[in-house]
């Protein structure tokens, strides 16, 4: 269509097309092929992928009991039977979906206009599930408090922000080797594909065993048990086929490089799966599916949060409290940096030289500080969504499709009925198809050399089977310790006499991190305030000595800087 061409050229050519750097702005280090009108559709499909968020934070966050209390000597350990304590949950629910359209809206926005990626965040999922059920624990019965839990987490913000500061994070993401940064980004393929396998936020292709973990599913919802284990007629279910028609148009629609693949096949899949009289409804007549059905005829609605806003309980004298923190510290860290890098990797912001991404300091900062947001609003740690891949599939380059994926979220704190009934089988399908783009960068893994190989390997199938970005990488990590370190050092003993087969084709872990420089692991604000400093004691010693050179100094910085040649 020419008017959207026209606005696409207009949009480049104004201040917001040259501040996101679209193509055509004239503007330095232009995003190549980004468009206005595409970096739209790309945040909306984020929004779409991402949406299952608001009605599942909610309810793993609601299951942690919340602030409520109850006679727990009259109505047991988990106050179930308490009709006082029930109402006060459904409250929580309800400002945890507020909450949640909240948190993603704030931080998508200030990802996309200050980092300008195309990398949503929002409340994570399996650290809500470790907040809920582990450190609260189901209705309160854990050994931390709820008030306690969010201060944890508002404890981790502000250490990341600091970490973030001084350039640690980066530096940490920096020493990650080259096989398991590429890894990272095979393992979320994986981890994108298993979870769109699922009943439970996938197409239900895929359900759990109780001997071998997993098995066929299918089967349809009569057919299945409280664990969503199948009991019976795998592959006969409706809601999974229609999940796989989804999946067929989007892959058609992409084979074609038609626009709006993704976005076009979950849409299709969710309007026919709203009708209550069809056998893929994603309401049934059953008390669940009535209650659903009753949130999803509101359409229009606004819930002002009225339990979980700044419940702090500042405690750190308990030894779980301090448990929690570092377990929130390391998996957050390295689940947001995985995701990051590999978003990243995927969209082409890499630097080969520094092995950093455009406007990664920025970036860590933003998801530190709408850590810290979103405890205040009662919500566990915040982190980067690997559902960013569905909008950078669909040609997202810029903050601006972040940008859209937080005004979206915006819009859903009115509208969360309707955002809040996208049904799995509907979302699932993209991530199918995300996950299987991601894992085109498998072929970049050095698989000669056995002490790359395999903890490249490991990295892969533990992201998905571990359910956690952050335990497959740490897992990689120690792996590639254990086997380089014993090589390195019967290396260094036998004075290169005993060496692996194809040693000299592993990577160079140490020209990796010291590529571009030892000064680029080092912040940049720290090199600017270090030159600063150091004219200002040029500016002195010239006075104290009129015989210096000022020029000389000035020169000596530059090069230092690395932005003259030193025989110039």
Known sequence: MKWVGRLDARVACSPVGRWFRLDGSGAKAERTGSKFSVELRAGLTIFVAMAYIISTNALIITDSGGPCECDRERFGKTCDGDPAYARCLQGVKQDIITATCAIACIACVLMGALANLPIALAPGMGLNAYFAYTVVGYHGTGKVSYANALAAVCIEGIIFFV????????????????????????????????????????????????????????????????????????MEGGQMWLGVMGLVIIAVMMLYRLKGAVLVGI???????????????????????NEAFGFFKKVVTF??????????????????????????????????????????KFGGYMDDDTQDFEGSSVAFLVDSAAITIGSVFGSSPVTAFIESGAGIAEGGRTGIAAITTGFMFFIALFFAPIFAS?????????????????????????????????????????????????????????TFIAINSFAFILHKASRGRITPPNYHLRDDWVAFVTRGGYRSNIPGWVRWLGRRGHVALSRRTAAADPAADPAAELKDIAVDSGLLHPHH
């Open 422 to 478: 996208f049904p799995p089988w509907a979302t699932g399908p993209a991530l199918i198809m995300v996950g299987s783009m991601m894992m085109q960068n498998v072929t970049q893994i050095n698989w000669s050399y056995l002490g790359d190989a395999l903890p490249a390997f490991v990295t892969i199938i533990l992201i998905p089977f571990s359910y956690s970005i952050g335990y497959g990488l740490i897992a990689g990590i120690g």
């Open 303 to 344: 819930h002002p949060i009225e339990h979980t806003l700044a419940r702090f309980h500042w405690d750190a004298s308990s030894g779980d409290f301090w448990i929690a923190l570092i377990t929130f510290l390391y998996v957050d860290i390295l689940d947001c940096t995985g995701t990051m890098f590999s978003m990243a």
């Open 267 to 289: 849409l299709i899949v969710a309007i026919i799966s709203w009708p209550r009289t069809t056998a893929v409804t994603y309401f049934p007549y059953t008390t669940a599916g």
């Open 163 to 234: 970490l973030s500061v001084v350039g640690l994070r980066q530096w940490f993401a920096r020493m990650i080797p080259a096989a398991l940064k590429t890894a990272t980004g095979t393992g979320i393929g994986l981890y994108l594909a298993f979870i769109g396998l699922q009943s439970s936020a996938g197409i239900g292709l895929i359900t759990a065993n109780p001997a071998t973990l997993v098995k066929l599913g299918g089967c349809p919802p009569e057919y299945r048990d409280k664990d969503n284990v199948c009991t019976g007629h795998s």
